[in-house]
């Protein structure tokens, strides 16, 4: 058995959740005359790949230290919507089912496209991972919760649409773009379409019945989409927290390992080592331009 990263990088580059605390790091001790390197790290829970525990939205909730090792680790689905949706764009489970098979009790993985827009990627751009990626509506909610899945990982800044959290009063230029997008491919503006009642839905509907997610995730996904495999999260085992950073994994055969590496060695690779596929990014760059059009 091997693993494959599904986690981005983190350092200091890392952007966090807008508003959210970025990781800031200080050496305290250094070799000489300490005899050793030590540092000091200062970061809030919701940075790089992590996982949102159950507290964070919801009080009564479990903890991140709750969470048994069978719900973080099992099989799970992983699919590409990359080719359907672009900024601002909402997905549904038919995309999903069209792609790939989902069974009651599965992770769920979803390829957006926009870790291509990370911090450490060729087609960085923050803003637009952050604030301009694809998101759900209540009828993708509603059938998550209806399949039972264990959880639900994106690889883009929020499992939320952007615009159905308080970004869209943060940004205003991005906000006004949506519109448009929403306009013309639903006949409804964003305050009609996400009304206050779907507010921040993925989090505030969903984690009440114990279906949370990880945000940020990345790595080496483009080997393995529109596919089935174990995957597993390993955040801290973090008595209180709300949420936490961890490593995000998918675990293959040995003899599959070898041929997804030898995959690996003809793509374009970023400047930490992972796989990035850029077709990926000019489907979404495709599908954004005529939806601003």
């Not at 959210?20 to 250094?30: G, M, S, T």
């Not at 940004?171 to 996400?194: N, Y």
């Not at 495999?229 to 070898?258: H, L, N």
């Amino acid at each position: 058995m091997k693993l494959i990263d599904l986690t981005i990088p983190l350092g200091i580059g890392t952007p966090p959740w807008p508003t959210y605390e970025p990781l800031q790091l200080k050496y305290f001790k250094r070799l000489a005359p300490n005899g050793a390197n030590g540092q000091l790290l200062t970061h809030s829970n919701h940075l790089g790949t992590h996982l949102d525990g159950e507290i964070h939205f919801h009080t009564p909730g479990k903890d991140i230290a709750s969470l048994d090792m069978d719900f973080l680790v099992h099989e799970a689905a992983i699919v590409d919507l990359s080719d359907v949706v672009a900024d601002y764009d909402v997905y549904t489970s038919k995309m999903i089912e069209e792609r790939v098979e989902v069974k009651e009790g599965d992770i769920l993985i979803i390829h957006t496209g926009y870790h291509h827009f990370g911090w450490d990627q060729p087609t960085a751009n923050e803003i637009r991972y952050m604030v301009m990626h694809p998101g759900p509506d209540r009828e993708f909610a509603e059938w998550a919760k209806a399949k039972k899945l264990r959880w639900i990982g994106v690889d883009c800044g929020s499992a939320d649409h952007p615009m159905n959290t308080i970004l869209r009063n943060w940004m205003p230029r991005q906000t006004k773009q949506a519109e448009k997008v929403f306009m013309k491919k639903f006949g409804k503006s964003l305050d009609e379409f996400f009304t206050d009642d779907k507010y921040q839905l993925m989090h505030l509907e969903m984690f009440p019945y114990g279906l949370i997610h990880a945000e940020c995730v990345g790595g080496d996904i483009d080997l393995l989409l529109n596919r089935r495999v174990t995957v597993g999260f390993f955040p801290w085992r973090f008595v209180d927290g709300e949420a936490s950073i961890g490593r995000c994994v998918a675990m293959v055969e040995d003899a599959e390992y070898e041929e997804l590496m030898a995959k690996k060695a003809s793509m374009t690779l970023t400047k930490h080592g992972d796989a990035t596929n850029q077709s990926h990014v000019e489907s979404l760059n495709k599908i954004s331009k005529e939806n601003l059009s």
